[in-house]
């Protein structure tokens, strides 16, 4: 990478390198362990004068999202936290049954189920061929493309201009920043809202949660930076919200330019944060990279040392951001026995690079491991509950980010 992908400034800086790992999403079948797999490099710049951080666009989205392994319903607390959205973009919007309502990567209906619940006109567009199925099988209208300037546009010819167009966790996921923004505004209306939720740099950087770093999310936004993105495709940003979603996400809520008006005041708050932390210069990201090796190190010694006093430990979840952090860690199955997973589909499959065997979630009752590594730790609360069986036979819980913590209880941490 030589050039920033949304401002085009070579004044690009390193972030952290964590070296080369296989696309987080390419789950293996047992056929494929004895090929080879590609792996690109993953290395995290920012780029000094607009301040957007981003990573080469090694792989393209058409690779990756052509059949996908990720499934939004699967998680019990995204989608309540959908119906939520729905509930109070409704009220706040005054969506009524005249309304339209557009989701771009609109994955399996989780979000737009409850718009057509309620009556309101929706479309999603999804990529996805398998996903985009399990949609129009929920009965959530779905359209398989790419978003960009000639879909927004088809779209619109066709159904009309959407009131509100919903684009969650997909800005991070297309390295054609500037078109797929000029996709939204194709889609939306001249008087209508966009509201966009993406997992925020600061945290990112504040919590060490460098496991979402994967060649799937090309960029990863402070509010500065999304403000000059937005810009680029003619959306001005006009209010912000700061989500614990994704271990802290910022949902932008955006119009067209010509119809935003000034934007409120927690726009104003959250770039002074931004700012205080350093995000506006060299200085905030320059010890980032120690502190990520220090969360492998800890890692690593919890896993060997429980490995040498003959314990067992097994995984919970085979998402995405684990896969970087089990290929950054270079953990395989002598110190992680499996790994389970609710998503039926990655079920007999292995993880990429590490070939950890994932399997249903009742195989942790039935084997009753010492320890249990939580890979999904952005659902820390849900997941508590949901593994308190562990506990029955004196088993712990283990949680890698933000930094290493063994849970006896659900509500007792022992170590830290």
């Known amino acids: 990478m030589t050039r920033c992908r949304l401002c085009g400034s070579a004044a690009l800086a390193s972030v952290v390198d964590l070296g080369a790992t296989p696309p987080c999403e390419s789950f293996l079948a047992a056929d494929r362990l004895d090929q080879p797999e590609p792996a690109y490099p993953l290395h995290l710049r920012v780029c000094t004068d607009c301040w957007l951080a981003q990573i080469p666009p090694l792989i393209t989205p058409e690779e990756t999202f052509k059949e996908y392994a990720y499934f939004s319903s699967y998680s019990t607390s995204w989608v309540e936290h959908a119906r939520t959205f729905v509930a109070d973009a409704v009220g706040r919007l005054g969506l009524g049954p005249d309304a339209f309502v557009v989701e771009v990567a609109s994955n399996d209906g989780y979000l737009l189920r409850h718009v057509v619940d309620r009556g309101i006109r929706c479309l999603g567009i999804e990529p996805s061929v398998n996903v985009g199925a399990a ?6 209208p779905t359209l398989t493309e790419f978003l960009s300037p000639d879909t927004g546009s088809a779209v619109r010819a066709e159904h009309g ?5 919903v684009a969650n966790n997909v800005y991070a996921h297309i390295p054609d920043v500037i078109g797929f923004t000029q996709g939204l505004r194709a889609l ?7 509201s966009i939720e993406v997992q925020h740099l600061l945290t990112l950087i504040e919590e060490n949660q460098y496991d979402t770093i994967y060649h799937e999310h090309f960029q990863y936004y402070t509010v500065a930076s999304a403000i000059r993105a937005l810009a680029s495709g003619g ?3 006009v209010d912000v919200e700061l989500l614990p979603t994704h271990g802290g996400s910022i949902r932008l809520w955006a119009r067209p330019a010509e119809a935003a008006g000034e934007p409120t005041r927690r726009v104003a708050d959250v770039l002074a944060r931004e700012k205080a932390a350093g995000l506006q210069e060299l200085s905030g990201y320059t010890e980032f990279s120690a502190r990520v090796a220090k969360v492998r190190r800890d890692l690593l010694k919890f896993l060997v040392e429980a490995a040498e006093r003959g314990e067992t430990v097994v995984g919970y979840g085979a998402p995405g951001k684990g896969n970087t952090l089990l290929n950054h860690c270079g953990i395989r199955p002598d110190l992680l026995a499996y790994t389970v997973d609710r998503n039926p589909y990655k079920h007999g499959r292995f993880t990429p690079g590490t070939r950890i065997p994932i399997l249903p979630p009742e195989r942790i009752a039935a084997d009753r491991p010492d320890y249990v590594l939580v890979l999904p730790w952005n659902l820390r609360a849900e997941l508590v509950e949901q593994l308190s069986f562990v506990h029955d036979w004196g088993g712990r819980l283990v949680f890698p980010i933000p930094e290493l913590s063994i849970v006896e209880a659900a509500s007792r941490k022992v170590t830290a």
């Open 235 to 237: 959306l001005a940003l």
């Open 188 to 194: 939306v209306a001249d008087d209508g809202w966009v």
């Open 135 to 140: 949609a129009r099988d929920a009965g959530v």
């Open 161 to 165: 201009p959407a009131d509100l167009v």
